[in-house]
């Protein structure tokens, strides 16, 4: 098991920038390829970013490409979210997720943290 818990979130004006958390206790955390995904209201959940175990590589959704950062310190078993230039269309409910494969699908993966709300006002 994987227990995740993220922080971060908040309201934020357009242009602005925040800094998601994801802790996470359980496995070997470096076993594990993250991701972020989000839900704005009445739209499924999308994928945002994804890290593997070792944060050698990572993936972005078109829509953050060059403006979100995802990073990790396995030390201290957290993945951070690196928000920068913050649009109204941000606005969403973030979660992060565990998951032993390489995935941007959400159904592959496996633990889920119990979301943060992100707000961005224009």
């Known amino acids: 098991q994987v227990q995740l818990v993220e922080s971060g979130g908040g309201l934020v004006q357009a242009g602005g920038s925040l800094r998601l958390s994801c802790a996470a206790s359980?496995?070997?955390?470096?076993?594990?390829?993250v991701g972020w995904f989000r839900q704005a209201p009445g739209k499924e959940r999308e994928f945002v970013a994804a890290?593997?175990?070792?944060?050698?590589?990572?993936d972005y959704a078109a829509s953050v490409k060059g403006r979100f950062i995802v990073s990790r310190d396995n030390a201290k078993n957290m993945v951070n979210l690196q928000m920068n230039s913050l649009k109204p269309e941000d606005t969403a409910v973030y979660y992060c997720?565990?998951?032993?494969?390489?995935?941007?699908?959400?159904?592959?993966?496996?633990?889920w943290g119990q979301g943060t709300q992100v707000t961005v006002s224009s």
């Open positions: 359980g496995r070997i955390f470096s076993n594990y390829a």
């Open positions: 890290i593997t175990g070792r944060g050698v590589t990572t």
């Open positions: 997720a565990a998951t032993k494969t390489w995935a941007t699908r959400l159904r592959l993966y496996d633990y």
